[in-house]
């Protein structure tokens, strides 16, 4: 019998990941996307695979209410992951994002860790080798009343398209390894034991959603349609608007099952029905559903968890453009939709996708256009639906003044202005804003353009000034 030999570079690869401490199936699990990047896989996905799904299969969330009895019953069974290894570091932070103060006073971490104890939910954190010891000490400080379970996510080596070979960056040893995604919660879980450690303690169902997105939390309703079904893996979706052609959509694989596929999977020839909102009318809000059962008995058949690959071009560097060009191969967590038959979507309301990416999105969280509370989490004000507004703002402040956390927090020194009757704001320029400030309406202002401008205290605005 042959032996099927040693793709070049990969014995390297394996070292080098065997060092860093990497347990065997990651190790495969990277062996794997690269033999198939030397086979020349792209990852991409051609309009000719797939077509958009239709709303009828895709059931409303709203239509789905007499599932909540069973989702109070299986409340007990229920693990909420979250997703905890993103440092911010697009809205110039250095931390761990979920620490940012994002509402009431509050940090991700702290009304994450609310909801937990309000709903009397298991949570678990997986957090990455950026935000672990950071994670930890917050969670000593906050002494909740039961501690999260932690655990790792794993990283990849980046590959240099010259050669693909190992990255050697003795300058900043930590540039030579990228995140592998979000797809890897499934490998980390079992990895870590984890996974075993909760079907030990009778824990059947996994809630995962991202930190920054505090519209998420275990919705009864969904919980007890997901039981009741019976399905292995089900995923959020919500109605595309303008704002999320970037975002990845679901269609209908050839082979009949569902499939997500994310804008770095689609030819860039097909970018413009991509974005095509009417075509392609469900994005994925990235909260997903998984029966820890089903997962367990997939990873021990299979080993490896062969989610579509994404592979991503980038500068070693990311800040530094002249840095050597280098591949990242990562697979995003609802992909695993496409891995199963019977694997489900519901369209959840908009409310459930609430992500903080930007100082814009933090601006409209912090202020009055949204409300919280320890039991439901954050949500839209609901005086804006009262008053026929959208869910949904549109904020656009200018980015030399506005792109980093510190800068925004410099020019509302004295608290956001009241955003609830507004439908969209831009701030061009230099301009802070004083205490109690209210703005209706459809509104821009601009700055006087060498020194900076103010909002007075109590102003009421309602039409676009020019600031003298």
Known sequence: MSLEPMPPHLGEFAAKMAKAGLRPLVLDTFAHYYRKLLGGATGLIPDAEIRPLDPPEVPALASLSGHAPAGSRALAKTVRIVLNGGLG??????????????????????????????THTRLA???SFNTHTATLAALEQLKPARMPICFLQHKFPKILRDGLRPVTWPANPDLEWNPPGHGDVYAALYAS????????????????????????????????????????????VAEKTPADIKGGHLARHKNGRLILRESAQ?????????????????????????????????????????????????????????SPPVLQIETAMGAAISLV?????VNVARSRFLPVKTCNDLLAVRSDCFVYSEREGLRVNPARAAAGRSETIKIRLDPAYYGTFDRMEKRF??????????????????????????IQGSVTITGKGGTPGFIPSGARIDGDIRLE
């Open 413 to 438: 020194p004295e608290g956001e202005p009241s955003l609830v009757g507004c439908d969209a704001l831009a701030v061009e320029g230099d301009v802070r804003f004083g205490k109690g400030v209210v």
């Open 341 to 345: 038959e019977g694997a489900a979507a």
């Open 125 to 127: 954190l997986m957090n």
């Open 89 to 118: 570091t697009s809205m110039g932070l250095i931390g761990p994002k979920s620490l940012l103060k994002v509402k009431e006073g509050r940090s991700f971490l702290e009304i994450i860790l609310r909801q937990a104890e309000a």
């Open 266 to 322: 689609c030819p860039k020839e097909e970018l413009a029905a991509f974005q095509d909102i009417r075509r392609y009318r469900f994005f994925n809000t990235n909260n997903i559903w998984v029966d820890l059962d089903f997962l367990q008995d997939f990873i021990k058949t299979h080993r490896i968890i062969d989610l579509p690959m994404i592979v991503n071009p980038k500068t070693l560097d990311p800040r530094d453009p002249d």
């Open 193 to 236: 034991g984890m996974l075993q450690a909760l079907l030990r303690d009778g824990i059947r169902y996994a809630f995962i959603c991202n930190a920054d997105n505090l519209g998420a939390g275990v919705d009864e309703t969904l919980l007890g349609y997901f039981a009741e079904k019976g399905f292995p893996i089900m995923m959020e």
